[in-house]
């Protein structure tokens, strides 16, 4: 049966209602409210679902049906509590030992330092400028006075005085009788040394001796801008500057001797380090490939940018027999071998021989 209401309906008491009375209602019709847990289906025993996820459709099996999902989510929730802190990890293994210094000596006023894999390494000077004088100090007492010396020997005799004048003649007396001759008087004092005499005349000079020989210097220029990595590398004498009468050849940077005798050798090299680092690196001179005493010398340079031009030069006589020959190497002496001829100030340097006999 079907009731029409028109207009308004007022109802008084009530009416019981069967449940056949209230139509099937949409879920999506219950939007508020708490289910009792008597409405609440017992959901004990084993379910076995799978979901899946496509888009924004979340599905159940085994006819479990399919929900929307939203597309918008909601705002974030406040951070929840700090977890408790996690184990300590493990030590790390031990660091690489560094380098260290093992020794210092004071080479010159030059300070020299012994580093574990590196060597000797010469930090430069360290010696400081002059300080001022001081104050003198205050005088000491007077030491005690010394013991007698020796007696000198007796001075020369002075010279004898003057004769005193003679007294008044007495009057002659009578004649008496001759005596005996009496002894012979002592000897007269000497008299005084008489005056020197006159220079004689200068003797007539000697002949000059015989001129010794002379000799001019030979002259040869090192090559510029050549690099040398290695100790014992031969250095590369380019051009010979001067051809005197020394008596010297050239072959492949070996300058060989044409005559035997004695020779004075100087040379100059100027350096630029190619070495980012400290280095102590110089030349020296061989003959025959033996080390001549007083060629070497050495250099200290700091980097490769700063402290990393310097010149080593030497001076030294050396006898050479005719064939001999002399070389110019490198020599490393702490660092790495990275350096390189370099001209300064339009001097590339430079090697001379002079014959001295």
Same mark, same amino acid.
């Given at each position: 049966m079907a009731v029409k209401v028109l207009g308004a309906l007022d109802v008084t008491g009530s009416m019981n209602i069967a449940s056949s009375d209230v139509p099937n209602l949409s879920a999506a019709k219950i939007t508020s409210g708490t289910f009792s847990s008597a409405r609440i289906p017992d959901l004990s025993g084993t379910y076995t679902q799978a979901l899946s996820v496509s888009g924004t459709t979340l599905?159940?099996?085994?006819?479990?049906? *399919?929900?929307?999902?939203?597309?918008?989510?909601g705002p974030t929730g406040p951070q929840g509590p700090q977890g408790p802190a996690g184990s300590n990890g493990s030590n790390g293994s031990a660091g690489a030992d560094g380098?260290?210094?093992?020794?210092?000596?004071?080479? %010159?006023? !030059?300070?020299?330092?012994?580093?574990?894999?590196? #060597?000797?390494?010469?930090? $430069?000077?360290v010696r400081g400028s002059a300080g001022a004088a001081g104050s003198a100090g205050?005088? $000491?007492?007077?030491?005690p006075a010394g013991a007698a010396g020796a007696t000198g020997p007796q001075g020369p005799q002075g010279i004898a005085g003057s004769d005193g004048s003679d007294g008044a003649d007495g009057s002659n007396g009578a004649t008496g009788p001759q005596g005996i001759q009496g002894p012979q008087g002592?000897? #007269?004092? !000497?008299?005084?040394?008489?005056?020197?005499?006159?220079?004689?005349? %200068? #003797?007539?000079?000697?002949?000059?001796?015989?001129?010794?020989?002379?000799?001019?210097?030979? =002259?040869?220029?090192?090559?510029?801008?050549?690099?040398?990595?290695?100790s014992g590398a031969k250095i590369s004498i380019g051009t010979q500057e001067l051809d005197g009468t020394t008596g010297t050849t050239i072959s492949s940077s070996r300058i060989t001797f044409n005559a035997t005798g004695t020779y004075m050798i100087m040379y100059n090299i100027n350096w630029q380090s190619l070495y980012a680092n400290r280095s102590t690196f110089g030349a020296v001179v061989q003959k025959n490939g033996t080390t001549i005493a007083g060629s070497c010398n050495l250099q200290y340079f700091r980097h490769?940018?700063? $402290?990393? =031009? *310097?010149?080593?030069?030497?001076?030294?006589?050396?006898?050479?027999? %005719?064939?001999?020959?002399? !070389?110019?190497e490198t020599f490393l002496h702490s660092g790495v071998a990275n350096h390189k001829v370099t001209s300064t100030g339009g001097d590339v340097g430079a090697i001379q021989i002079i014959r001295l006999s």
């Open positions: 599905t159940l099996s085994n006819s479990g049906g *399919s929900v929307t999902l939203p597309t918008s989510t380098n260290s210094v093992t020794g210092a000596s004071l080479q %010159n006023y !030059e300070l020299v330092l012994e580093i574990d894999n590196l #060597g000797e390494v010469n930090v $430069g000077n205050a005088t $000491g007492p007077q030491g002592d000897q #007269g004092v !000497e008299g005084p040394q008489g005056p020197a005499g006159s220079n004689g005349t %200068n #003797g007539t000079n000697g002949s000059n001796g015989s001129n010794g020989a002379m000799y001019t210097a030979d =002259k040869y220029l090192f090559t510029s801008s050549q690099t040398y990595t290695s490769s940018t700063y $402290g990393h =031009k *310097s010149t080593t030069s030497a001076s030294f006589v050396v006898s050479a027999s %005719n064939g001999n020959y002399i !070389e110019v």
